[in-house]
């Protein structure tokens, strides 16, 4: 038997069951649907891509898996290159590990590690964010800040070695000032905190950060598994700001696969790279840099950059502001939009019971959560594809 995420068993209502799955569309025995969350922000190409299909099959022909552990192999090899080309300034060392959540871990033990090598022992302290949310790991739960998912932890009591500041640049200035020899690193969802509540914040923030972090020596970490690959508008937030430690996942393989990397900058690469076979980063998960992964991660990237997806993005959110613009209901607080994520936040979670059901109805796949309806479409959504899940939005309230 199943035993599905984020659901009381008992009461749950059937899941709808998919039989088949192409470009934006999730299909079920009775029902087309426009996917409006693309399988939690992964699905950025769509599904059933020709070319990733294609990527996928000729590996499988090859082999689908090989250890990194005294092993390599070209599309780990390739795919690094791409990386290191890709991303911005000396986020040059690649990582990888099978989920966000891992890699997320991963950062954190490297920065954490990173001082242990340089001796600076007291270093032991995260600062986060506030309704921070870095996945379900035991450490990810810990720099995460919110109590709908993670309030088991509560049994512990609050952890010594993580606090967390809001996205205010006062707030950031006092925690800096108050714990900067104690802290290791700055962990953030860069611009976009997801799953806390489709928060956004300005870039200034994370220039302060930077500005910070360069002063006390802190590493800064910008955890882009759910903003990277353009979803924020921008194709990495790493692009505007750079970080020490930068971490990718859920679209990194077009969501055909789960695989993450932790990417390092050429400082961090350093404090581990010596003689001495202590200062090596202990970790290696079973399946980092699975060929599989790392062949569709590849295509996924040369998509990307061939179809110009910054500009589809861009289009996205032109749209949904045209679409949304005047929108009002008094039962909103506030309606948010960045890049290709839209989010409505209501007062109250109730005014979003019986949603899902509304939705489907009409033809799209949502999953409100908490106070929040929102839409992450696939990037390759056609205009009155995206009208049509914009329109069943506000139908909602209207009706
Ligand atoms: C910002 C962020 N970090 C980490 C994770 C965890 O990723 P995974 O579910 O692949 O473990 C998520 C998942 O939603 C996320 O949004």
Redesign the pocket.
Known sequence: MIWYPYQQMKTMKQPYKIINAEGVYLYTEDKKLIDSVSS?WSVIHGYKHPELNKALISQVERFSHVMLGGLTHEPVQKLSEKLKSWLPEDLDYCFFSD????A?EVSLKMALQYFTNLGETQRTMVLALEHA????TFK?MEVGDDEDYHFVLKTYGKSKNVIHVPTKIKDLEDAFMKHHDRLNSFIV?PLLQ??GGMRMYDISFLKKARQLCNKYGVLLIF?E??TGFGRTGNRFVADLVQPDILVL??ALTGGYI?H?VTVANQKVYNGFYSDDLTKAFMHGPTFMGNALACSVALKSIEIFEQENYMSKIHRIEEITKREMKGFFDARIKEIRIMGACVCVEVFDSSTLKGYQQFAYARGVFSRPFLNYLYAMVPYIIEEPQLIKVLDTIKQWFND
Do not use: L, N, P
């Open positions: 939690w989920s966000g959540s891992v997320v949310y870095h996945g379900d990810t969802e997801g799953a955890d598994v759910a996942g859920k789960g993450a």
